[in-house]
């Protein structure tokens, strides 16, 4: 990758000498708190104006000057759009179930999620739980399935789980929700545990056709 600050370095040491240029450069990055190897969208305007104010000082010929602040205005125009644009985790992981190795997955891959999100290490175990029961109950009552995990970037951000498959569905919903209900397999938590562990809970299921439960857990 090319050395934006080195080429700045040579512009300005065509205009003055050596030791000044790297004065002015490096102050200027202090100033303006932008650094020419790592430009963001609109950094280049706040870095040439602290470099103006130094080739003001030092570059007294209008004309030379204009031509130097020309230079490195294309440098950073060229250089800041030909950077990749900064890293954003994915979305979106689907994390086919079929088996044991697949709660396994489903719960690490939940959990780093929400550690990339920046969430406690106590929240990001109420998640990890939340989605090994949900997948175990795809093992064991609907044979197969899918965990989808997607990180919710909107005025809240968090964590929306959903647990899709087409076994044979909860004959009774209100049941198995109630406190006549008690989980036995798993660790016990159940679907009841899992409405507790996060902040909302939706669950449609279909007899014959299938269930598919919503969860989501937020930062705040
Ligand atoms: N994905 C599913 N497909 C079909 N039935 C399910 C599914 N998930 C849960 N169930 C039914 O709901 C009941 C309650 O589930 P849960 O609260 O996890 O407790 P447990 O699995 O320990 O019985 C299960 O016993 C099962 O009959
Ligand atoms: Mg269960």
Known sequence: MSDTRQQILEILGGHMSAILARSVLSLSISWSKVDPNRLRPGDDNRLLAEL??????YVRDDTLRQ???EQMQTLLTINGHTLPPPEEPP???RVPVLGESDIVD???IGRLVCNKLGFSGAMQIKVATAISELARNIVQY???GEITI????GNRRGIEVVARDEGPGIADISLVMSDRYNSRTGMGIGLKGTRNLMDEFDLKSTPGKGTEIRVRKYMD
Not at 52 to 57: A, D, H, N, S, V
Not at 150 to 153: A, C, G, I, Q, S
Request: hydrophobic letters at 25%.
């Open 150 to 153: 997607t990180t919710l970037n």
């Open 52 to 57: 103006e104010k130094g080739c003001r000082l």
């Open 67 to 69: 031509t130097c602040m």
């Open 91 to 93: 979305r979106l992981t």
């Open 142 to 144: 609907a044979d197969k």
């Open 106 to 108: 489903a719960r690490g």
